[in-house]
């Protein structure tokens, strides 16, 4: 590296960091730091191999830190490990300077709880003591709070709710686990087939490609008549239109709050990377969705499908501009997805009777839709 450069880096979450190149060998709970339930970091409870990643990661950072054209800013929970190693560097702890602007945003959000009372107070100083900084954690516990509130709770029951709440994200005790749990169980069938469309999505996918997927299978029945026979171009007000704002409380519902639709484009994502990380373990589906029984979903069919509906509201105009002016514009992903989860499909297990009969009739679309 040359001395004519000065560098100046800001790492955020150190003790986060994990070394993936092991994670092949390791379990859910391998990658979790286990909280014990007491006040401050140092009630985080010590993992062997996550210790071990802290310390390289640390020594890494001390390493590169000593080039003398480098400069960093590195933040993590007070863990011992990270104590330690850079013990002696100035330092701040942000909590001490974001309480304030957590009392205000958790006060904003908790306004229809009233705010003279007592009871109001304590949950809003218990929020502010308990995030220790952590604008997620805030995020995550207004939500129970507010969810108590909407399904009846009273004011004991309100704060018998915060006085639970886990301190901790992850883990089979954490945040995440804690609202997914909550889900209604006549909603998990619902639950686990957007998960599975978020995961096999090629790219992000709108609030209404997804509800298109789902329109495809309803409960136990697989219906693609309806896209095979979807008009082109229709109208707003045909029965293709999905109500955006009713989808919005379904996705949020169905996930406990961790899945949501944002963004101008209404793009269904998770509130968090961390969240995304969370429930994409093998261990956390399994303990969510174990008992869900439901054979005949195939999510590439699906959203195959939603990528053809989408190309007819789009119209033929859609694949005339790209042969004549040679511009693929954003709405032309809907063509490359099509053709990436027709490919993914004709992978998967091979579909019989009725669903073979469909997938060679969707396919057929993408060609002459």
């Not at 949950?123 to 308990?130: C, M, T």
């Not at 484009?265 to 995304?276: G, I, S």
Request: some cysteine.
């Amino acid at each position: 590296m040359t001395k004519r450069w000065k560098i100046c880096m800001f790492i955020d979450g150190l003790d986060e960091y994990r070394n993936m190149q092991k994670s092949d060998h390791s379990t859910g709970e391998d990658l979790d730091m286990p909280h014990k339930g007491g006040e401050g970091d140092s009630s985080w409870g010590v993992n062997v191999s996550i210790s071990n990643d802290h310390r390289e990661i640390a020594d890494f950072f001390l390493e590169l830190g000593n080039l003398p054209n480098v400069k960093m800013c590195v933040s993590s929970r007070e863990l011992p490990v990270f104590e330690e190693a850079f013990d002696g560097f100035p330092r701040l702890r942000v909590q001490e300077h974001t309480k304030g602007d957590i009392a205000r945003f958790t006060k904003d959000r908790l306004r229809s709880l009233g705010s003279s009372s007592d009871d109001v107070k304590y949950i809003v100083q218990e929020i502010v003591r308990k995030s220790r900084g952590v604008f997620l954690c805030v995020r995550l516990v207004t939500d129970l709070i507010l969810d108590g509130y909407v399904n009846g709770d009273d004011m004991a029951g309100l704060k018998k709710t915060i006085d639970s709440a886990p301190r901790s994200l992850f883990g089979n005790k954490g945040l995440y686990m804690k609202m997914i749990l909550l889900v209604r169980n006549d909603y998990l069938l619902e639950s686990s087939r957007m998960f599975q469309l978020v995961r096999s999505a090629w790219n992000l996918l709108s609030a209404t490609t997804m509800a298109f997927a789902l329109r495809v299978y309803k409960d136990q029945q697989a219906d693609f008549g309806w896209v095979i026979d979807a008009p082109i171009h229709p109208d707003t007000s045909s029965d293709i239109a999905v109500d955006l704002r009713a989808f919005r409380k379904q996705v949020k519902s169905r996930f406990g709050g961790l899945l949501e639709c944002e963004g101008p484009e209404d793009e269904v994502n998770f509130m968090h990377q961390t969240a995304k990380e969370f429930i994409f373990r093998e261990s956390v589906w399994n303990r969510i969705y174990g008992e869900v029984n439901d054979p005949i979903f195939n999510a590439n069919l699906s959203l195959l499908s939603a990528c053809i509906v989408e190309i007819k509201l789009k119209g033929m105009d859609l694949c005339d501009k790209a042969q004549a002016c040679q511009v693929f514009t954003d709405d032309y992903l809907f063509v490359t997805d099509a053709m990436h989860y027709a490919e993914m499909a004709d992978c998967d297990s091979e579909p019989d009777g009725q669903a073979a009969d469909y997938y060679i009739q969707l396919v057929d679309k993408l060609d002459k839709p």
